[in-house]
């Protein structure tokens, strides 16, 4: 059944194939197989956006390849989890690259990105939850969402968030990110009346287990219009946000 | 600084207060104290839906107090996790009330609820999780969105939900309920582009834990684009979907 | 070691020991064996308060026993997690004795128990917490402790314990007592200075796992000024709150 | 309604605001806002005791700017889980500082601290929880608390503890630091009567679990009068005893 | 390789086997095959003790047949967590044997048992745990222990382990049995220099977790000396002591 | 693309569609859609064997409607997980339907089972792990396997299975089940070299946490050759076996 | 019982002993013991590969000399979980050795190895998963079973296995590898109707837990025909998939 | 009440205090402070072997303090979890003392150990299990227990455990030591009539989960007679193997 990509393309110019036949196969069409693995063209397609490259865990020659072909194709890049020495080479490629130190995240967009209307707010608890709210921030821009930021408010002093409210109701969306607790989520969703994507962090120490505590906390909340991703997961939570920011 | 309700509503009345300055107050008014309750009419205004009443862990006497307070003042109940005993007392004092059996939630609207444009789609894995999706029917319905359900089309049979690819598609917003593995979830959002709200169920045995294997599937999915509310909560996905159905 | 109990009193009745002297032995003094239970009357002095019978896991006939004896011999009795039928065969014994049907608590004091100065405020995030709520309650006026509570002002509502911002400064001390998420307890730590007893109760469903969610938020919370004691234990908190109450 | 901090000042000086005026308005002035963090000024007034600095997690920058702040503010600085190499530069801002190798905290007090009453006594059972005993030791007296501490006194050789009971008597608050099988908290609160704050560590290997069997001894203790900290916090026990050490 | 049972017998009355050849054929004997159980006859030799029948999961009719088996063939029979049912039909087949309600036990012996020389000492920590004592004590007795019992001597009021140093010293071996912390084990352990046989019981509430926290405490203990049983196994640990009782 | 099944059946009478082409449409066509659940019919043709009812959380209308249409289009039927009062009604139904108590499972077979060579032998550690064992046995015979067993040779009284090494060595499969400790299945594995399907079963108490000390023990095996499914799970074991008995 | 290993060989070749006599003596022949370990040379008889050495946490001399009693016995070797320094020694004594980086396995075969016939599929869901895979490619090779694989085609792209449909029918035993949410396992196993050897692998991060999200999402699917090896055990699912392949 | 120790030497130099009086009061006596840790003498006396010192997490002066007393006070010592460069420093002050690389261990012993009667076995399951079997051998030996050890005996090759039945018998006590599932424990109390003490390690990978695994195993193994220690403690196992060694 899987066509050959450039064959379809190929029949839109001869005019053997209309652009809407075109498109519908377009729809169905599979990945380029580079062995190691198969990059989901598909994606661009069926989400308006590319598949991301999850750095963690694979050779920067991987990630090179991967990423060649993606940017290629898509004119968009977002590598996440990874680091400086990927970034010199990925630069020398794509030297409108950039790179964010705190996240480890790569991302670069070869044409302007149009923007959205609905502001995504993020709010953190504490200063070392940044690095996850950077991930989520990339992610919202590239994706062409209008972002504002609201760090180191977290509950200890409750007072910081009260006098925010107004930032609060000009939101569309609230991604929430806290370690520790996290009962800042259940806070915020109590104060106004927005959805609220909660990412817990493994910020902390002792009995937060790694983020166990504050995804519990997230996950329980009394307040309903809370819905939660994993731990540390800045970029499931944007990428959630910008699929409901219509 | 808590102002007297009736004495806003007499001001409003009498001319005294305009009804935009009554508005800003009425953002402001408190809560309904029946001392072991505090009703939080607040809410109806803060986020156009009034507070819901969890009926596990409240004596019957109790649930009816709440009960009354929140449809005379709304016109609008929703009570999750009771039972028929509680039901006749309610139809009593509202006929139109409704109960479902499986889900044990009480539902009653004055008035014809305005519907919202678009659709939302529940989607469960097997029949042992209907009670669970029934809560999320039952709310969204009263919420005023448009649902549909596609039942018992869980991993084990995938190409009962291959073939509903069209259904899957015409949904703008899809929460998946799945109990044992959970895997319904990362299977709906790598088919669509739609975003994906998870419900894990306590449906399964052994090493299912309750819920823990499909809440932690579900958290970890390798598909981005879903974001999960807690164990068997059907209500808080149906109220988060609602909230982004805008 | 352990001398004879009434040797000590005919002792100083006889004028043989001085009252100080008395007072040195009886601090050292070990307990009445009932064979299945050892009672610690030494508790009393030492503590200012006898022991308390923990009723679950206990058959009546052995309560009763116990109860006889601290009864007798403090003026003071209170019994936790035990029922009805064994209020009535308490009440035929002492019939000033009172039963608690939520917390399942009996209590009864001879004499009119002497007030403390500081005022210790209970605070409950939800109705379905009233039940270890009671038990904090009954333990704290039966030590003499002046209390007052705030029911259901849990966050899913914030406002609710934002107004009441000027019953927590009066207090001395407060108890907070919350299911679900548990956000409570660092909310209201954030709001004012004082000290916090957290109380996580088994209130909840799904991935609160009997408590284990709000034991761990309350444990990691961002604010300091917050200790916890175990699920459910409405009597701990009191014991520990009323202990630092001096 | 958060006002400009300068401005109050101004306004005292010129005498527009009097002293009391001055005193209200800073109890709702807000914090300083570093933008990767947001100072709370606030907690000076509310609590005390300023804000204190947890270093884990933040880059040495981060720490010295807060520091800055803080120090500027009000005079007393607490760095907690830090190193030598910040101390270096915060000792030559503040030559007065000092710096705790084993708990990693840098410490700071302008003036001469005014002492409290009330003993608190710091219990260790063994010498591998000396890093959290010193943390609290600090945090104690910088907070005009006095300090006693005995030292490896664990279950293992009990007689060690009971010889020491005066010590015990002494004291008005117990912090009790245990890692291992955390039972010395029980069987400090069985000896005396004084509340205890109870702190795990995450001494041990095994099934402690970095700090969970502990954790469990100690929220599961027999022995009324316990109240329980997060594993390791060594400030947050400090903290709180220092809170109802009045 | 298996030889049949009564073969073996009848060769040693003709005299075609002896005694000791017979003896060393028994040893490798097998068992008696029932179908749904196979009964290790074995191991009333191999061990001086027959197969202790674990009563629950198991039908009555079962039981019996296993029951009639073991004390037809070795006159000594232990059924542990069994009920008043079963014992009115074992009574009808064994008038001697003896039924204990609180740990749910039948006991018989045939013939008098043999005294052993050193004292097994169990000790509980509260009321609750006495189920678990009368199994251990039981199946010490019928195996030829000498038993005393110290019950409700927990830590919260520690002195009443104190005043009886004696009677742990008189001990061979100790037994310690608590719930809720357990931390009753180490500071037995602590105490004296015998043996301690930990049994972690599920009485207690909240995050005892059924048992874990005893069970943790007991395996982490800080005292050497302490081996550790499964959770209520009473059985296990007499079964244990009277092993190393030589 | 879903076509209809009736149209299917009627193109192969009439001659519009071959039976090889037929078979073709047939492999792909989905299933009957009865509202609360949608019966795979597919997986018959795909699999050998029609789709299992899963009886547990079903109402038994609900299993009735299914069991229905299942026999009646495969003739074979299977439930496990259910009881006597659905058997009561599937009998009246088809009269050669039978059911085992001890696991729960009706079963019934229109035509006489072909069966296939290899034997499966079932191995259970206690008496108790029977009703797993059932499922299994039933499972595997419906499927057209050869089956023997072993009941009760655990690993208390190595000697019963070490005299078994014959009948393991018969084997072609062997499915091991037990609770407890669950170490049968790394000794079976460790005797003989056939593939082991292990079970770990609920049966136990105390630290055996519902089956998940077993489920580790089976998981971490030192011996190659051993695969693991879920707690309980006779019906999982029994179908992997038959699907690798070729 | 052990007899002398050369004994019995000298005995075949003096005539002593026969072919087929001395077969069934090497069936029970023990182990070569080194002190620090007892290699099982039996096993290469009893289930025809010789023991695979896991290298983790054995020194390289260790391995070394356990590598060479093996390797100069059965003329096969594998060793798991080693490195590179490893290799560089073997590969003196072997020269046909090889290494492979990913896994850090050595493997040698002396003699061609003889070909099976069913084709084992190796599928995996990321990238980083492939670690695991070539640990089990090169066991399932070195085994004789006809091995191909599909990398990288996880349920975040779904369409990817999808079309790969015919490669799945193709195989006789599927091997499915996956990290994070684990649930390509299920996927394949609703797609086809083959045995599916499940490895949950700890790729991934947060709420994976290091591998338990994938191996409960494996343990409970609801796709019958799957079990389920420990995480990360790549050579154990290529040994049971050997083992079934016949 | 604690005494001076050098005073009650001296009385009992000169003649003020009998023999045996001294020797009571010493019993009593309690400990060296070194500020930093209370050295346990009376341990020496009470239990017949001097306190070790558990070296993990003190720092190499403080070791050496505290090896100091206890050597110079009772003239044996016992270091565990220590290094090399510990070792030089406590070499030079004692030449005679030795040090074991596999577990860490420093021991030394001023004068010959006089030898117990019965055998202690040790029995691991794998190579890597070594560490901890050399803590236990060296623990052992120091308290004068006759020492075996059988290495490399897992189940996985079940027939080299079997072939050794005969060392089995031998053994007054056996110490299994095991990881990865942990069921030789089971196995060898399952073969032969002995008190076996457990000791789980954290040998192994993925679902071992750091020694859980064979945890859990042994705490609910089916055969009786055997008491469990923590995960890795070999020390631990071998003080109480010779405090049972009579």
Chains 1, 2, 3, 4, 5, 6, 7, 8 share one sequence.
Do not use: W
């Not at 977002?78 to 970034?87: A, M, Q």
């Not at 993020?122 to 990339?138: L, S």
């Amino acid at each position: 059944m899987p066509r050959n990509y450039s064959n379809v393309l190929k029949g839109v110019k001869s005019g053997r194939i209309s652009v809407g036949g075109a498109l519908k196969i377009l729809k169905d069409l599979p990945y380029k197989d580079l062995g190691f693995a198969k990059i989901d063209f598909h994606r661009g397609l069926r989400r308006g956006f590319p598949e991301v490259v999850f750095g963690k865990g694979k050779k920067p020659a991987q990630i090179i390849k991967i990423a060649k072909k993606i940017a290629g194709h898509d004119g968009t890049l977002l590598i996440t989890r990874t680091d400086r020495k990927v970034y010199r080479r990925i630069k020398k490629l794509y030297p409108k690259a950039r790179f964010d130190e705190k996240s480890g995240a790569i991302y670069y967009a070869k044409k302007k990105i149009q923007k959205k209307e609905g502001l995504v707010l993020i709010v953190t608890a504490g200063t070392a939850d940044q690095a996850v709210a950077e991930e989520a921030r990339i992610t919202l821009e590239l994706m062409g969402n209008p972002v504002e930021a609201l760090y180191d408010v977290g509950v200890a002093g409750i007072h910081r968030i009260l006098y925010k409210k107004k930032t609060l109701e000009k939101a569309k969306i609230i991604i929430v990110i806290a370690g520790m607790e996290g009962a800042l989520a259940s806070v915020v969703s109590g104060l106004v009346s927005k959805p609220v994507i909660a990412v817990p962090t493994s910020v902390g120490y002792g009995a937060s287990f790694g983020g166990i505590a504050p995804l519990l906390t997230m996950m329980n909340s009394c307040s309903p219009g809370i819905a939660v991703v994993n731990i540390d997961n800045g970029f499931g939570a944007a990428y959630f946000a910008s699929m409901i920011n219509t």
